[in-house]
């Protein structure tokens, strides 16, 4: 079974351009199907990492990482029958990993700076799992469900959640199983963004991601917050706050020290689960 350690181990991956791939797959049940399966895949990969960054050697380290999905699929596809498969693959850092999902979600291929883990997060979060993972393969489950809170401070809605988010405010962020919204992150602050305009950065240090909704998702784990996948949150996307959040023209707040990250986030997984 696949954990939350496994899923910041994967997100430890970092590389300076956006040349990781995450592939999600459905492999069908019927072994005689996967040459349709190699089609798909190839649909999926031709698609991703289009336009993605102006450095020449980027498509290339693409390319690479095509290649190792490509090898891992064509060896392992027939032990996958009937399960969506997560595939990462790098050439550097040298990346070649794939999780088994307890579930059938939507196929999808990106191409970023670290392993695209929103899936994995909506991974058997009320939905029916088949089975079990294969020899060697890793399976996702979640959290238990979030209990209620009357009167808890939130967030409804993409634009007050990106702040909530960029002030560190966030304690459980519900995101969308589906889905990405393009944006950008400034790679200096981290600040993330809808339009890039939003941080005096932007002119040097912004960078286009290909999913925002990734972006905060991420930003919240690391920060020590919870974070769900569910088919329809409030408002596309919502957020319960640890404090109230900064009004726009006062001084931002400063980053969550590392320890007290870890430890809200310890808190609020005991909280989750009635401990």
Not at 43 to 70: C, F, K, M, T, Y
Not at 85 to 103: I, N, S, W
Not at 199 to 212: E, F, H, I, K, Y
Not at 257 to 265: K, L, Q, T, V
């Amino acid at each position: 079974m696949m954990t939350d350690a496994d899923i910041r181990k994967l997100l430890g991956v970092r590389a300076a351009e956006p040349t990781v791939l995450s592939l999600y797959l459905r492999v069908p049940r019927d072994p005689t199907a996967l040459r349709v399966l190699s089609a798909q895949a190839e649909h999926l990969l031709a698609r991703a990492g289009r336009g993605g960054s102006d450095n020449p050697d980027v498509p290339e380290a693409q390319d690479e990482g095509r290649r190792i999905a490509r090898r891992m699929l064509e060896v392992h596809a027939c032990e996958w029958l009937g399960r969506t498969v997560a595939v990462f693959a790098c050439a550097e850092p040298r990346l070649a990993e794939t999780v088994v999902l307890p579930a059938m979600l939507d196929d999808r291929a990106v191409f970023a700076t670290r392993p695209h883990v929103r899936p994995l997060l909506a991974a058997g979060q009320g939905r029916p799992g088949a089975g079990r993972p294969t020899a060697g393969q890793r399976e996702y489950r979640p959290p238990g469900p979030v209990p209620p809170e009357p009167g808890a401070l939130t967030a409804i809605g993409l634009q007050p959640c990106l702040a909530a988010v960029n002030q560190r405010a966030v304690r459980l962020l519900l995101v969308p199983d589906s889905g990405m919204i393009p944006g950008f992150v400034c790679q200096r602050c981290g600040q993330l963004s809808s339009t890039g305009t939003d941080c005096p950065d932007w002119g040097a240090a912004s960078l286009a991601v290909p999913d925002l909704i990734e972006e905060m998702a991420v930003t919240a784990l690391e920060d020590g917050a919870r974070v769900d996948a569910v088919p329809d949150p409030p408002g596309g996307i919502a957020a319960r706050l640890r404090f109230s959040l900064v009004a726009a023209g006062e001084p931002p707040l400063p980053p969550l020290p590392a320890s007290i990250a870890a430890a809200a986030g310890t808190a609020l997984v005991r909280e989750a689960h009635g401990g």
